[in-house]
């Protein structure tokens, strides 16, 4: 049976192959252009986009697994109602979606509310899921390393509530896991919700504290100007974009993404080591 992988070319897409492949699944990938992929030859490649129906029925043909990753789009919502209906149409009765940590809480935050949304449509269709619901990733600051070490600044406002930030290998590696459990299921298992997060709970200063241990120097933490964070994105983004990110930034500061009780030791059992942290990830960069 075959296990069908989603933006299977970006970060987290990339970590889920090579955790399944190195419990030697059978995987196929959906990308728009083959010739760029540069994925493990052991990767069944196929081309196809999610506004394209034929060509997600031709990739879906023979997949008893899929994991859903849509990335962060004005048409978010469209690509992933599309692709659980033709799912639903092609006979695929086991999903994993990529969701996000507190849809509900961050409303107004136009990438949050559609995954909240896909979730609720996933739950309405009855489709046997698991929706993973990741933090804000630790290795989103590889973009910012260069203001930290060359500046001596941590730009990104998040806040003193705290948010448990996730290691996106750690996040691979869980979808691993839980496609393969479904995959390996005689039956469709039921809808199961699972919350993606770190070993600590991290605010700006904390974030800000760690570096200066890791690179022996003073870094101190910007702090919470989201209209600065906003005109700082509309450099290299779309102007929708950077604001969509400014008001997650400005929930970063009012509600923090903090772990329920258990989440962190679940996590701890599900991969049979301790999560990665903030500190391994600064650490690693120093180095």
Known sequence: MTILVTGATGRIGRHVIDQLLARDADVRALVRNPATANLPARVSVVQGDLFDTDSLRSAFSGVSTLFLLNAVAADE??????????????????????????????????????????????????MPATILRPAYFIDNDITIKDVVTGHGVYPMPIGSKGLAMVDARDIGEIAAIELLRREQSSIPLPLDHITLVGPDTLTGADVAGIWTEVLGRPIAYAGDDTARFEQTLRQFSPGWMAFDMRLMAERFQSEGMIPAAGEVERLTALLGRPLRSYRDFAAEIAA
């Open 77 to 126: 919502f469209t690509q992933a109602l599309i692709a659980l209906n033709v799912a639903r149409e092609t006979g695929i009765e086991r999903v994993v979606y990529l969701s996000v940590i507190h849809g509900d809480l961050y409303a107004n935050v136009p990438h949050f509310a559609v995954k909240f949304a896909v979730e609720r449509a996933i739950e309405q269709m009855g």
